[in-house]
């Protein structure tokens, strides 16, 4: 016991001086990379429950970087190799990131074949559960849902359109169901929906006045303009047809033609 304890101590001093620690039971490529910070206890062979699956994948690599303000590398990027020879290459399919440096990721991010972001989980206070899932529709931010008190429920939900909030589920109870509904328009509040009875429907709608006043008044300032026109086109139609029955057919082309003929 004591000797482990003195070596562990060694392990620590050794990492403090930025010398790395090669001892213990090293998994993973990346020990030689590391310049060991002293600020961190978790050493940089300590698994950082990763969140990105690469190890013991032969078609998979993973290269990890210190991201900005980061003494020890925190972000990890997972490529998934493709093809073979001359073809060979990789994309990226996950990355996980240690937010907080404390040696465990917390934020993973997955990609699609194409290279877009497809799906992203997050423990956002950092006690080893995820409470953020976000996903991802061609790139864009599609759904998220999340566990605003961490006590392992979803009681947020939001909804988007083209990568604009449209639609949030909250379940202000936490009884596991909602009973807040908002409907967003361009990305603001409309209307919230509540249910007063928590039988997950909705007994009330309350508007955004000044929002639904705004949208109103757009709208109609639309139809306006909309009207205007289509009135000053039948204006310009009308003394169009009016200085047709006055000329008579055919007169705008006459004097040119007469001209033309009597010089030639
Ligand atoms: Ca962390
Ligand atoms: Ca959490
Ligand atoms: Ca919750």
């Avoid at 799906?119 to 206070?125: H, I, P, Q, V």
């Avoid at 999340?146 to 990568?163: H, P, R």
Wanted: aromatic share 6%; hydrophobic share 35%; proline share 2%.
């Amino acid at each position: 016991m004591k000797l482990e304890r003195r070596l562990a101590g060694a392990c620590l001093l050794t990492a403090l001086l930025a010398l790395g620690c090669a001892g213990g039971s090293a998994s993973g490529g990346f020990a030689g990379k590391v310049a060991g910070s002293g600020k961190q206890a978790r050493g940089p062979n300590a698994d950082d429950r990763s969140m990105c699956e690469w190890r013991g994948n032969s078609d998979r690599e993973a290269s990890e970087v210190a991201g900005p303000g980061a003494l020890q590398p925190n972000v990890r990027r997972v490529y998934q190799l493709i093809g073979t020879g001359d073809d060979r290459h990789k994309i990226l399919v996950c990355r996980e990131i240690d937010t907080n440096f404390d040696g465990i990721k917390d934020v993973v991010r997955r990609y699609n074949e194409k290279g877009e972001s497809a799906k992203e989980e997050a423990d956002t206070n950092f006690d080893g559960r995820l409470d953020t899932w976000i996903v991802f529709a061609k790139g864009h931010l599609a759904e998220v849902r999340l566990d605003t008190d961490f006590d392992g429920n979803v009681d947020e939900w939001k909804y988007y359109a083209t990568g604009k909030l449209a639609r949030v589920k909250r379940d202000t109870n936490h009884d596991g169901k909602a009973d807040i509904w908002e409907i967003y328009q361009n990305g603001k509040l409309e209307r919230i929906g509540v249910d007063a009875d928590a039988d997950e429907r909705v007994d009330r709608w309350d508007h955004d006045n000044e929002v639904r006043r705004k949208t109103e008044e757009a709208e109609r300032k639309k139809e306006d303009e909309a009207a205007a026109k289509a009135a000053a086109k039948a204006a310009v139609d009308k003394a169009a047809a009016e200085k047709l029955n006055e000329d008579g057919p055919a007169s705008g082309s006459k004097p040119v033609t007469h001209k033309r003929k009597k010089k030639l």
